[in-house]
């Protein structure tokens, strides 16, 4: 595709389930981030990738975060035992490669938490 | 202390006004500077990079850095109610890594 493509684009869970939100990132690039966005806050780190390996997983909340790209494309945001305080949009980001350079960024994928 | 402070705003001006933006940070570590926008429900995208301090210019858009007094600027001059969106400073540290550290943002209206 054009751009960096996310899905679902809203989810709505309840409290204690299991989350999957999936990131297809432009092709050809290989650095691939996960951000999160809370109500009237910047884009908080998550997790960045360099191929299939997270070159740096620093900014994931706890274990209940786990992120994978198993062929370093397509990634996946997994969330464990969902709760209210995860509400947020999970923005997805690709870059042509590592270093200072421009990301894109997907429209995000809205997460609500009952 | 965040590592980068921007304020919030919102921000509301008349068209055509010639609009300031800035950010702090704290960190000296840090060597490259962007401001993103943001439209409401939409990702962030890029609309200036700097690596030096000093000035540089894209139509409406002049960015600013000063890594002695650890500020940036954008500014907007003729804003139009196309640029209400909200701005997003970003900063990086360099290396190996893209890993951004964003500001709050600031919410710009830009009235007609």
């Known amino acids: 595709g054009a751009g960096v493509s996310q899905t679902p684009s809203n989810k709505v869970t309840e409290k204690g389930k299991y989350v999957e939100l999936r990131c297809d990132p432009i092709?050809?690039?290989?650095?691939l981030y996960w951000y999160r966005q809370s109500l009237g806050q910047g884009p908080e780190f998550l997790i960045y990738?360099?191929?299939?390996?997270?070159?740096?997983d620093s900014g994931l909340p706890n274990d209940r975060f786990f992120a994978v790209r198993p062929e370093g494309s397509v990634s996946t945001l997994k969330i464990q035992r969902t709760e209210r305080g995860d509400s947020a949009v999970y923005l997805c980001?690709?870059?042509?490669?590592?270093?200072?350079?421009?990301?894109?960024f997907g429209e995000g994928s809205r997460l609500t938490v009952l | 202390q965040k590592e980068v402070e921007q304020d919030p705003g919102p921000l509301s001006v008349p068209e055509g006004a010639i609009v300031s933006l800035n950010c702090t940070y704290s960190?000296?570590?840090?060597?490259?500077f962007m401001w993103y926008r943001q439209y409401s429900r939409k990702g962030p995208e890029l609309l200036m990079y700097t690596y030096s301090s000093g000035n540089k210019e894209d139509g409406r858009f002049t960015a600013q850095v000063d890594k002695s007094s650890k500020y940036i600027s954008l500014f907007i001059r003729d804003s139009q109610p196309s640029d209400s969106a909200t701005y997003l400073c970003?900063?990086?540290?360099?290396?190996?890594?893209?890993?951004?550290?964003f500001g709050t943002g600031t919410l710009l209206a830009v009235q007609p």
């Open positions: 990738f360099q191929g299939t390996g997270a070159a740096d």
């Open positions: 980001a690709s870059s042509r490669g590592a270093g200072a350079g421009e990301l894109f």
């Open positions: 092709s050809g690039h290989t650095a």
């Open positions: 970003a900063m990086v540290k360099g290396g190996a890594t893209n890993k951004l550290i």
């Open positions: 960190n000296s570590a840090f060597q490259y």
